[in-house]
């Protein structure tokens, strides 16, 4: 009798669970008919499939939240939009940072052999790896590259807001100093002041822009009275000359 038992509490637990086995054998089955005894190959290369393709979509997923993330920045930069970005979804961009500033590096275009041409986004890709490689005090960074201007938006830690400006300033002309000599990239960096909430990044937009063309025109007035000198000692020499004679 206690045979009798044993066999048959053996087969209850070897019916028990064999038959989830069986249920998800049937689920994953992809043919045209289900088998009535379960492969065990089989099924694990039903398994291996499913792993494989659910790896896929999640790599999808995260192409989709990056091109929807790069987007909305790109907007929150470039216009001044009444749309805020939530403190929630700031932190899963991965801007755990305290300060932001925004950079803009206006690169040089160079004359280049047909063929040869500088490819879409590369100014974008190399300045990326400097910063991550450069700037310790940033956590993180967005960075688009429009015609030969590339704006990058650098969030990051220190003891205040200035000693995070200033950090920012000294590694962006070891930056630039190295985009020169390694890279061949010519460019000025000029920069914005600095924000305590991502949603200010458009005024960080409009402030490198007025910095720049601050500089230029002060470039270009250096030149013209550069040129009011010279011609003054151009002017002083003749006159000299015709006092001679």
């Not at 899963?92 to 950079?103: E, L, P, Q, R």
């Not at 205040?160 to 390694?182: M, P």
Request: net charge negative; glycine share 6%.
């Amino acid at each position: 009798l206690c045979l009798v038992i044993l066999i048959w509490t053996a087969v209850m637990a070897t019916n028990r669970n064999y038959a989830p086995i069986k249920r998800l054998f049937d689920i994953l089955h992809d043919g045209n008919g289900i088998a009535d005894e379960i492969d065990y190959e089989i099924m694990e290369n039903y398994v291996e499939n499913f792993r494989k393709q659910a790896k896929q979509m999640r790599m999808q997923i995260k192409g989709y939240e990056e091109d929807v993330k790069s987007l909305y920045l790109g907007k929150l930069l470039l216009t001044d939009t009444n749309r805020k970005v939530s403190s929630e979804q700031v932190e899963k961009w991965g801007f755990f940072g305290k300060y932001y500033v925004v950079v803009l590096y206006q690169f040089v275009e160079a004359e280049v052999e047909p063929g040869q041409e500088v490819p879409e986004d590369y100014r974008k890709d190399i300045l990326e790896e400097y910063i991550k490689a450069y700037l310790k005090e940033c956590v993180c960074c967005y960075v688009m590259e429009k015609n030969s201007k590339v704006y990058c938006v650098l969030n990051g830690n220190g003891e205040s807001d200035g000693i995070f400006c200033d950090a920012v300033r000294e590694r962006n002309k070891e930056i630039v100093e190295n985009l020169t000599k390694v890279e061949n990239l010519y460019c000025d960096a000029y920069m914005s002041g600095c924000f305590m909430d991502l949603n200010e990044i458009h005024q960080g937009y409009y402030e490198v822009n007025q910095v720049k063309k601050r500089q230029i025109n002060s470039e270009q007035e250096e030149i013209s009275e550069n040129n009011c000198s010279i011609e003054k000692v151009k002017n002083g020499i003749q006159e000299n000359l015709l006092d001679v004679n």
